[in-house]
């Protein structure tokens, strides 16, 4: 009898053992879960975990940014746009780096959410939920730019094509205005694709929350969501059809906003290269952030059963290959420049490299095309602080290239007596980093009010946490068998 209690614990142990490296690399999920264990796991961050110091310290630092944010805002439409460090030839200026910046950003929540779900990528479970999130709030922080650059950003519906008396209509032949279509249309469409997916989740929230303000808000949000089989094929059909929707606009919401500077004559913008070349450099930005936000949530809420070494070394090749696209794109931007043969296009050039603004052109290059080669190196990817690291470089790169893209184009016109100076003044500045500030306390609020990691999603992938390949072992198996056989 004395051997029974060793034997009857025994299968619990190895639940409890870590996996070994090459197997952890492969996972999706970490084995020795259970439906209820997946389902505690990620709803107990929500509902019964007390909140972490942390967390009230990071939404206390974001809120402040905030406030510096309003009072930048407030200023600007007190003062005007004259704040601002805009002068006759840098007609744009932060306003427009960071609209773009903002909008590449977004661009990996729509990817990893609907081409990888039409791909039937499964790793893209655990990361997709706040990835969708981080799309709407960089959407919210990018539109707030071209509203208040307008300069009277009351008068901004008349950019919508509405009926009224005095027939005016916007100028359709803009590209400033095709932008308020593409990002208007995106912003819609992933809100929703967002929304249908957390349907269920809110639904497990309302059933397990033991708060009756809980129970209603949740039950509200879920919409009468009682798990029926009708309720799971609309719901997948409703899911697959808005990828379908959200899908094409990975590639043309930043096409259009790259046509504001290809359809212009402005040396540097000018160019067929800029569509393939911004919607790579939006993937490639976007996935840096995912990685940004993605190490700290697994550290701080153990999270690294669902958030495996498997996703972030995916997300690192990712950012390599659209890494290896942009900085191609470096390169045939200055080869078009010489094959040209035109003069402004060869001063464009070298006045990038080696004019005032060269340190910040260096930069990006080193930012964006030289670091992220570490990537190469499965113990760089495999790095933690290393893999963080490059994700902020990464960001900061493809800010500067903006900048570049911008400032540089426009400083030196056609026209030398019109040249000047640009350099964000203390306002610009403010503004954008306030929009930072109100970017992560979105997260925060996210995260704290809402399942990061979809439940539902995640339940599905659990028969497959015993085994990460079972196709792989199947057909090992099977040679085996045939080998024994002979």
């Not at 208007?184 to 992933?190: D, H, P, R």
Request: aromatic share 14%.
């Amino acid at each position: 009898m004395a051997s029974d209690g060793p034997s009857q614990a025994a299968p619990q142990k190895p639940t409890e053992q870590p996996l070994p490296e090459d197997r952890l690399t492969k996972a999706i999920i970490r084995e020795g879960h259970t439906l209820g264990s997946v389902t505690d796991k990620i709803s107990d961050i929500v509902l019964t975990r007390k909140t972490p110091r942390g967390w009230y310290i990071g939404l206390g630092l974001s809120f402040c940014l905030v406030m510096l944010m309003l009072y930048s805002i407030g200023n600007l439409l007190v003062r005007g746009t004259g704040i601002w460090g805009l002068n006759a030839p840098v007609g744009w200026g932060f306003a427009i780096i960071n609209f773009v910046w903002w909008v590449g950003i977004g661009h990996a929540g729509t990817l990893i959410s609907a081409i990888l779900l039409l791909l039937n990528q499964s790793w893209r479970t655990s990361i997709n939920r706040f990835a969708e999130a981080m799309t709407l709030f960089a959407v919210a922080c990018a539109g707030l730019f071209p509203l208040l650059h307008v300069g009277r950003p009351w008068l901004a519906y008349w950019l919508f094509p509405y009926p009224n008396t005095m027939a005016l209509w916007p100028q359709f032949r803009s590209p400033l205005l095709w932008d308020v279509f593409a990002v208007s249309t995106y912003a819609t469409v992933s809100l929703l694709f967002w929304y249908v997916g957390l349907i269920p989740d809110l639904a497990t929230l309302r059933d397990s929350s033991r708060s009756r303000t809980k129970k209603v808000v949740y039950g509200i949000l879920a919409m009468g969501w009682r798990n029926a089989a009708r309720h799971w094929e609309r719901y997948e059909t409703a899911y697959l059809l808005l990828a379908g929707l959200a899908a094409p606009l990975v590639v043309s919401v930043h096409t259009v906003v790259s046509f504001d500077f290809a359809v212009a004559v402005i040396p540097g913008w000018h160019a067929t290269i800029m569509p393939p070349y911004f919607v790579a450099g939006a993937v490639f930005s976007g996935f840096a952030m995912v990685v940004t936000l993605a190490i700290p949530l697994r550290k701080f809420y153990g999270l690294q059963d669902f958030i495996t070494m498997r996703h972030l070394q995916n997300m690192a090749k990712v950012m390599l290959a659209t890494g290896m696209i942009v900085s191609y794109g470096y390169l045939m931007e200055i080869f078009t420049a010489w094959y040209s043969g035109s003069e402004y296009e060869l001063h464009m050039i070298a006045n990038r490299m080696g004019g005032e603004y060269s340190v910040a052109f260096w930069s990006l290059i080193t930012c964006n095309a030289l670091v992220p080669q570490l990537l190469w190196s499965e113990r760089v990817r495999t790095s933690l602080p290393l893999l963080f690291i490059i994700a902020i470089v990464i960001n900061i790169g493809m800010w500067l290239e903006r900048f570049i893209i911008v400032v540089t184009s426009l400083h030196n016109d056609y026209l030398p007596s019109s040249w000047d100076s640009y350099a964000g003044t203390f306002w610009d500045w403010s503004l954008y980093i306030g929009t930072i500030g109100f970017f992560l306390s979105l997260v925060f609020l996210f995260i704290r009010f809402l399942p990061m990691i979809s439940i539902s999603e995640m339940r599905m992938l659990v028969p497959a946490a015993e085994d990460p390949e079972p196709e792989q072992r199947l057909t090992e198996d099977s040679e085996s068998s045939q080998g024994g056989g002979e």
